[in-house]
């Protein structure tokens, strides 16, 4: 039986005050919502742990709001200090077996795909959704160890049950096929903080996802 209906979001919005340029990060994640965004995560690897704390409460009020779960990027400090709903980390970061040994009753742990080995250590076994990442190169990633395509997806498809997230230069013209290949999530970040409009970037995305 397939471990979806743990994990039923559809469009996951990650974001950042530098991913938002000059608006506020709270403004662009509320429009984000409203537009259909089913999960949030706050990545602010540059912030000391005060500021980060600080930022994750205040985006924490908004989600609560529209009762939208909100995940910590990579600081189990501050998800745990802010009680969020879950963290997400890669093979760099606090390990999803600590995570779950320190925070037993937490909610979500997201854990990053790198390479298809990955799949059958201890890690992915007690995380609770998987990061597939990126789908497609982009610029701005430098270290990039896999680039899965379409064909990457429908191979972790078939090789687990985990709620697949993907991630890496999807926007509206490609969620549908990265859906198709077998995903669950599709997870941004510019196509919705980069937007000129990001409710409607959101709607729009959430639109393609369900047809």
Not at 49 to 77: C, G
Request: net charge negative; aromatic share 6%; hydrophobic share 40%.
């Amino acid at each position: 039986m397939k471990e979806q209906s743990t994990f039923p979001y559809k469009l996951y919005l990650i974001i950042s005050q530098a991913d938002c340029s000059d608006r506020n990060f709270l403004t662009v994640a509320e429009q984000a919502i409203l537009g259909g965004v089913d999960i949030i995560q706050l990545r602010e690897k540059n912030d000391e742990t005060d500021i980060f704390v600080r930022k994750a409460f205040q985006l924490k009020e908004i989600t609560d709001k529209y009762q939208i779960p909100l995940i910590i990027n990579d600081n189990f400090e501050v998800a745990k200090k802010v009680e969020a709903t879950g963290i997400h980390v890669g093979n760099t970061d606090i390990a999803p077996v600590e995570v779950k040994k320190q925070w037993c009753n937490i909610k979500q742990i997201g854990y990053s795909i790198e390479s298809i080995d990955q799949l059958e250590n201890e890690q992915t076994v007690v995380a609770d959704y998987l990061g597939i990442s990126p789908v497609f190169k982009t610029s701005t990633k430098t270290d990039t160890i896999t680039e899965w395509g379409l064909e990457g997806i429908r191979t972790i498809r078939k090789l687990t049950d985990k709620p697949l997230v993907a991630i890496g230069n999807l926007h509206r013209h490609n969620v549908k096929s990265v859906i198709n290949a077998g995903a669950d999530c599709i997870a941004v970040v510019s196509a919705i903080c980069g937007a000129t409009d990001p409710q409607k970037a959101a709607y729009e995305l959430k639109n393609e996802i369900l047809k």
